[in-house]
């Protein structure tokens, strides 16, 4: 019972430092003073003290979807195993179930993005669900191509290593790791996709579909895309750096230091890199697949 | 060192030909350069040279066979050229009124040394016995025959030419292929080294690996095939043979697709070596059909007479393939009696096709009536060719294509026979409507009073000589020719 | 070692599949060529003089050479520098994923009976000529079909490499040679190309047609 709750009390509350060590870092390469790191934790704070404003055109479609992004993000996290220990509620073919509630959190907020009416919420959203066919292409084949390798469908599975006989070499986890991360690059719209920090309406892609939540309903939003920024800096580094030993304390501090780290390169990333034309976007995408075909025959030619 | 001569005489006169500047030089070093290759070709027959380089370079009944036409052909376009380049304006330019004819030449010192450059390299290919040394002379040639395509300069001779550098260098790339994979064949069970000149190879054929020894064949067959202008892979042979000089698309037609020819003969021997000739004939017979049925589409209807006598080619090419497909002594001797034959007559079209673009400065068939009467001797020469390509009795490729289709009958092989005939009728009939049209007629006057236009004896001559070959190997078939004949064909598996 | 520099060439292929700058793709091939020298040295059983001087040269004319030609090529000829493709990029790479899988199905097939042998050279050195092919096919200029032809040249050599035995010096110093020739007349005729048509586009050099 503490386990469940740790399981999800822990990314509920380090999670949100992510984009502050983003922001901090694109911050320095910028010369800036930037926001504090503790931001988020602020903006949240503030936001669930606010009242919502809803307007005259939405319906209950627009209510329920932060809620239900927010909650389907939870679930996933009941799904994501940690170092040596397999998730909460693991089970074969729990990687598909993975994907889809992704997939359902998505789909419910440009189902809300939809519902405002506004032809500038709907661009973001049609454009949000063209990415999204190619980014989930991607995620899907990498994540084929290491449940292929371990035999078995579930993403615990794939990752407790030592299970099985399956032990990747050091090119396909790279790979691996490299396609996971043009996902999560793509997924959390990060440059070289979409550029978080844009104030020109017609380059939004993410922002553009949330413009219209306020108050709680954006605090859950915000909340939610940290807790994804999360998982996918999770599965990135799970694939690099397994961690076997230590116990659980030991595998935490490690995980948790690696994923800090790797928040700070997506940090270097965004600073370094320009943003993508917007139809480059599924070319970026469709390599990302085309490495992680390339992935499964070496994992299949060892 | 006979055979060494044979390649260093035109390589080293090829070089001297950059550095030479005056015209009637480079004229008398390119005829020297002829006439001693074709006499040290000649002594070969007597002489039988031996191998050199530890049987890197050595001369058997095929290359024999290849280097005689070679010489011959390189003999007959030089002679030709030296009327030719007379002619042909190196910094003027001629203009017709379509602005067809807008052109720039080459400095012809460029011209003779990359022809003799590209004899050198087509007499390695026929010398060499190691598949490595065989595979850098067919790049050789290719290189060596670019410029020469793009003699005449403009937009269309440099479209032929860019497909011909860029299509025949990604072919022979897939031959290099080929090559490895043939290498691995040998190498792969035993992890020894092997040798790669082909006698080495045929003798351990049987050790070589079947999957890898079959794949390296298709690869040859592609490569060396592309080369060679086999169907689907002769797209750039039309626009190469038609668009460049005629002295070179004589040589190109008649000596480098032979060369081609070879190079995927000694894949079939090691083939044939190994046992597995059923696999590389099968392939061989329906490539070649598959090139003759194309060349037919293509040749009926065809206006542009330099393009036709081109699919010709390609017909005639498919057609030896076929009868080294067939297998069965009949059809390889006359498959390889038919390279003889083909590279004569086609070598003659091309050098009077050069007379009536240079009279007619037109190459559409409907621009171009009244040879007999304008031009007597071309007009002799083109009608006579005519003949002798599509197979008629007197002439020697009569005796061959027969050769050929009775021994696709013997082989059992009926309805390759059938489709074969259909073929050689339809090419007849397309070439015959084209050719004999250009022949008949009253030509259009270009200038006051009705002259007949002045034909250098060397214009028709060499031509003329080729053809009498093929008419006097149609009505008897010296003893010399008819051993290395046999020769050859024993050589690739023919059974006697 | 060798398994990284055969996954390095993999990548190159896929990459050079999806760029759409022609210096870019360049540099792709450059490094291509430096890979396969650097495979000469390693793959050797027993390195001597004669493997290093194959290597060096190699390197020096893969890696450096060629890629002179051809942007000497660019240069002269002023052409933009954007590849302009038949074929999309997104599709190039699904084509590339096409490839890479035949490439392997190829592999296998060709090995079946001899379980000790590495698949990685033949599946990596088919999948880059077939790339090479593809690139040739697919892409308007006559300088990224150069490239193309590079490409193709540098995976059957890697291959040949690997797995082919050793061929004389000689003969290896004439492949290189050759390939060499037929970069240097290319650029030539790609010189030529542009000044006589005014563009590079090899999608309308339709005079001669049937």
Redesign the interface.
Known sequence: MVKLFIWIAAPLVIAPLLPGVINRVKAVFAGRQGPLLLQLYFDLWKLFRKGAVFSRTTTWVFRLGPAVFFASVLSVLWLLPFGDFRAPFSFNGDLIVFVYFLGLGRFMVTSAALDTGSSFEGMGASREVQFAVFSELAFFLVLCVLAAGAGNFSISGIFRPGQGAFCPGLMVRVLAAVVFFEVLLAENARLPVDDPNTHLELTMIHESMILDHSGPDMAFILWAHALKMWIFGLLVVQVIVPVTAGGIWGQAGVTLLAIFLMAVIVGIVESVMARLKLCRIPVFLLGASAIAVVAYGLSVMR | MLLAALVLIPVLCGTAEFLVRDVRLGRLILITAAVSHAALAASAWILSPPGIFGGWLALDSLGLLFLSITSLLFLAASFYGLNYLKHAPVSGKTEDEEGEFFFLNAPEARFNGCLLLFLAAMTLVILSQ?L??L??AV??T??AS??LI?YHR???S??????Y??LC??GI??A??G??FL??A????TRK??S?ILIDLMSEAVYL?V??LK?AFVCFLVGYGAKMGLAPMHTWL??AH??SPSMVSALLSGALLNCAFLALLRAHQICVAAGQSVFSRGLLAGFGIFSMVIAAI?ILG?KDYK?LLAYSSVEHMGLLAFGVGVGGGVSVFGALFHAVNHSLTKAALFLASGNILRAYQSKICGHVKGLSSRMPATGFLWAAGLFAITGMPPFGTFMSKLMILTGALAAGKYLMFGICLTVLTAVFWGMARAMLTMVQGDWIEIGPGCVRDREPVLSFLPGFLLLLIVLGLGMMMPDWLDQVLREASLSLGALP | MIHLIWVLLLLSGLLLLGSSRMMHCLRIVAAQGILVGLLAVFQAECPGLRVFLLSATVIALKGFVFPWLVSRAIRQTGTSREVEPFVGYGASYVCGAVFFMAAMELAKRLLIPYHGVSPLPVTAGLFLAMVGLFIIVSRRKAVTQVLGYLTLENGIYAFGLSMAYEEPLLVELGVLLDVFAAVFVMGIIVFHIQREFDHMDTGRLTALRD
Do not use: C
């Open positions: 190691h490595g040394i595979w850098v790049e050789m290719t290189l670019a410029p793009y403009h937009t269309r440099l479209e032929a030419t860019w497909k550098l860029l260098s990604v790339a897939v290099l292929l090559n490895f290498s691995v040998a190498t792969i069970e080294p092997v790669f690996d999957m890898w794949a039309p626009d038609s668009e293509f065809q393009r």
